[in-house]
């Protein structure tokens, strides 16, 4: 569908836009991994308890900001 030019959204992207966005785009699409579940869950509910989020409340403390790269990995 990308291909087709009126569909493509992607084509006014920076470069930089764009290896994000596939970043994304591929984790997005491992997440649906079942034979990655059982290990992507438990990781993230180590990272709620080890931030202290309960029932959603400081729910900012898992974006960390401290770096783009850790912002990036930490809403993956």
Not at 24 to 53: C, N, P, W, Y
């Amino acid at each position: 569908m990308l291909n087709k030019q009126e569909y493509n959204f992607l084509e006014e992207f920076t470069r930089d836009d764009y290896k994000t966005f596939r970043q994304r785009f591929v984790g997005i699409i491992l997440a649906t991994d079942m034979a990655r579940h059982t290990s992507d869950l438990a990781k993230m509910k180590t990272i709620l308890e080890q931030k202290g989020v309960t029932n959603g409340n400081q729910r900012e403390l898992l974006v960390d900001s401290e770096s783009a790269k850790k912002e990036f990995d930490s809403k993956q």
